[in-house]
Structure formats: structure tokens, C-alpha cells
């Protein structure tokens, strides 16, 4: 009996053979493991595909966003504007500073809703954050033009969005800063990883970006480890883990702390863990490297996939499809539908683990609301999103049987 890997969105979905092989051949080089050569290309390849001037490198999107806030001085007292539906990678940071986040509505593009942003501007307010959730863009120009009004830095997120288009320009290039994120289920992966870069006109803010990045230290040599691991017995894994087996196995492996989970206990009630921020490993960024080879093939099926479950699904009653827009890369398809908890678990039963990105208005299950700010009834519209959202599968890996399944399921 041949075992397949199950269709299953949320465990590390880009990871492939050659993925796999990079990382077992830096794990024998632990010489190289915090830095190298590797760092350089990484930095170089973003420096051209966006055109940055500069760009720095950390061990994860929140450890970007953090250093960037912190080099534009943001501090106790201060409010940044963020929006509800999100992670809670991204209020944290916020936090971490000792400023207040300010939790937005959405609008239909499911990012942060710029008609209701001036209603939360106050003489506190420093910041917007515009993420562009599931990799489709925000209103970004409508966002700037407030941004611009009251003076108020503008950080483009583009944890879920790297490659994609709004205007005809690239999104990570309208804000005044911008942070990546290469986590193990984003655009494209190292496990973790992150990238800041902050508009040159910044002149006093870069160089604080510089001088914080070049102060921090790499990750310890056991924390590069675990996550070189992690691609490695996630191919053992994933043709095991509908079997009580695989799970059982994984279970194990983060419990003996081999492998380790992406978000850390405390980042639930808004304290920061050790380990963030640090600098990226070369190790990792050997890994990226390969992964940068494949962006566009990736981006390319994600929106080919995307443009069958809008063909497929379009007359189905119930559902709430995404906005459907040119330049958009659809990290996943998120729909929205009443019963999207008995979708889950009925796909659950069949094998097929559909995503559950933002099914809590702060992501994941256990973040205290009270402790980051969140209230209740704030944000309606991210509330009921929240309830009634599903993520489809757009990883590379994916089959037309696969998608035929799915969609199944749904009609
Ligand atoms: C929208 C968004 N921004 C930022 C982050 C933080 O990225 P990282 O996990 O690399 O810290 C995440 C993480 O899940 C995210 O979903």
C-alpha cells in the first residue's frame, strides 16, 4: 500500500523533495548555519525584485514588524490601527513596544476597512498596519491618502501577499515600511523568517532599522536545528497523519521540543518569547533560496486554482466567495458560508484538512482577547467573517482529484 500525504492546507504545503534535500544538506554544515553567504543572495534577491535600497533579515515576520516599530519610535502611549480578523503575530508586536493596538473593521477584500480608519484616529495614533489578508491586496491607495492626512507611518504587511499586484504595482511598495514573513505556511517558506525594509526618505529610521537588526544575535545553534528538522520528518509525517500514527508522531516531536509549533504559549496573552527578534540564519536562508526559485510557479497555481473555485463554486448558494481581482495570489481561498464548522469537520472525517486562518477574530484559538485589546462586538463585520470562514487549499502540491474533492464537498 503506497501512503499519499493527505490534502491538509496548514502543514507546511510548499514543502517539496528539493526542499527537503537542501535541508539535509546544510543540517551536516552546522558551520554555516548562522552565517553565510545565503543571507547576501536572500537580501540581494529582494533588493531587486522590489527595488529597496536596504533590506534586513530576522527570524520571523514579528520579529520585523517589532524592530520596525521600534525604529520609528514607537513606544508606550502610543496607538497603532491594525485590523480585527488577523493574528495575533501582528497586534503582539505592537504590544512588545509598549504602544496599543487598535483594532479595525474589515471591508470585503477582508483587510483593514479604510472608510472607518479616521474614526479611530486620535492624537495617539502613529501607525497604520495594512495587511493583505490571504494574499489579496487592501485598499491600499485609499489607505495612504488618510495615512498622508494625518501624518501617520503607513507599514504595508505582506506576510501573506509576497508577489502580488495592486494598481500595477507590487504590494510591499506603496507604505512607508514593509515586512515579509517566510513562515512555514506562507508564500514561500523557510519554517521561519521574516524581512523588513523602511522607505529610503526614512533617513534616521533606516539607519535605526540597521543599527537594531545589526545589535541582535542568531538564534542559538539547537533552535536552527529544530527547524532544519522540520522539513525533514514533515515528509515522514504527512503520509502518516491521517493515521493515528502521524499524528501521534508529530504530537511527540513537538513535545520533546524536536520540532517546534509557530506561535509560543505566551504570544496568546501578548508577552514576547526569547527568541524574537534575532537575526535569519544563513540555514534558513539556504533554505528560502531554493524556495525564491519556485515564487512564480507558485503564484501562478495559486491563482490558476483560484480562478477554478471561482468557476466551480460561483452558483453555489450559501457561499461568499473572495473578491476576485487582478494581481491577487490567493496564499488561500477563503470562503464564507453558515455551516463552516460542520464543513470543517465533515472534511475532517474525509481526510481533507481545510485551513482555519482567522476562525478566531485574533488568531489562533487561545488568544485572550482582553490581554491584546480586542473587544467584543468592535468589529461586526471581522466577527462574522471570523465565524464563518473557511480556506481553501491553493498549494502547489495539490491534484485535480484533490480539488475535484473539495469542491464536492462544497456543492
Ligand atoms: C498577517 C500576518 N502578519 C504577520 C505574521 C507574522 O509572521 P511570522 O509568523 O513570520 O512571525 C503573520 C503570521 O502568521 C500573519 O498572518
Not at 448558494?317 to 464564507?336: A, H, S, T
Amino acid at each position: 500500500m503506497i501512503l499519499k500525504a493527505p490534502i491538509a492546507i496548514g502543514l507546511s504545503p510548499n514543502t517539496e523533495n528539493d526542499d527537503v534535500w537542501q535541508a539535509i544538506k546544510i543540517i551536516f554544515q552546522p558551520w554555516m548555519w548562522q552565517e553565510g553567504d545565503a543571507i547576501k543572495k536572500v537580501l540581494e534577491w529582494f533588493k531587486n525584485y522590489f527595488n529597496f535600497d536596504e533590506a534586513f533579515l530576522f527570524n520571523s515576520g514579528r520579529s520585523a514588524l517589532y524592530v520596525v516599530l521600534k525604529s520609528f519610535g514607537i513606544d508606550k502611549g502610543d496607538e497603532v490601527l491594525v485590523q480585527a480578523f488577523t493574528c495575533v503575530a501582528v497586534p503582539d508586536p505592537v504590544i512588545w513596544t509598549g504602544a496599543k493596538p487598535i483594532f479595525v473593521d474589515i471591508d470585503e477584500t477582508l483587510n483593514i476597512d479604510p472608510g472607518l480608519l479616521e474614526k479611530h484616529i486620535n492624537r495617539k495614533t502613529k501607525v497604520i498596519i495594512v495587511q493583505h489578508t490571504f494574499g489579496i491586496p487592501a485598499q491600499i491607495e485609499l489607505i495612504k491618502k488618510i495615512a498622508q492626512k494625518y501624518n501617520l507611518i503607513l507599514i504595508e504587511d505582506c506576510a501573506h501577499s509576497l508577489g502580488a499586484e495592486v494598481y500595477g504595482k507590487k504590494v510591499g511598495t506603496f507604505g512607508d515600511a514593509v515586512i515579509f514573513s517566510f513562515g512555514r505556511d506562507k508564500v514561500i517558506s523557510s519554517v521561519f523568517g521574516g524581512m523588513a525594509s523602511i522607505n529610503s526618505k526614512f533617513k534616521t529610521q533606516c539607519l535605526q532599522l540597521k543599527k537594531l537588526q545589526g545589535n541582535l544575535n542568531f538564534p542559538g545553534y539547537f533552535w536552527i536545528l529544530q527547524q532544519l528538522l522540520h522539513p525533514i520528518f514533515f515528509v515522514i509525517i504527512l503520509p502518516l497523519y491521517n493515521l493515528i500514527v502521524g499524528k501521534l508522531f508529530l504530537a511527540i516531536l513537538i513535545k520533546l521540543r524536536i520540532l517546534t509549533k509557530p506561535i509560543f504559549k505566551e504570544e496568546m496573552n501578548g508577552f514576547k518569547p526569547d527568541v524574537f527578534p534575532a537575526k535569519y540564519p544563513n540555514a534558513l536562508a539556504v533554505l528560502l533560496l531554493n524556495q525564491l526559485t519556485k515564487l512564480q510557479h507558485y503564484n501562478n497555481i495559486r491563482i490558476k486554482l483560484a480562478s477554478y473555485y471561482f468557476d466551480k463554486l460561483k452558483e453555489t448558494k450559501n457561499i461568499i466567495l473572495p473578491v476576485q481581482v487582478d494581481g491577487g495570489i490567493y496564499l488561500r481561498f477563503n470562503i464564507q458560508l453558515p455551516n463552516s464548522e460542520e464543513i470543517l469537520l465533515t472534511a475532517k472525517k474525509q481526510g481533507i484538512l481545510l485551513g482555519n486562518w482567522y476562525k478566531n477574530i485574533v488568531d489562533p484559538k487561545y488568544v485572550d482577547y482582553k490581554k491584546i485589546g480586542y473587544y467584543l462586538d468592535s468589529c461586526p463585520k471581522a466577527e462574522l467573517s471570523a465565524k464563518s470562514s473557511v480556506n481553501l487549499p491553493t498549494y502547489p502540491k495539490l491534484s485535480i482529484s484533490d480539488l475535484e474533492k473539495i469542491v464536492k464537498l462544497l456543492t
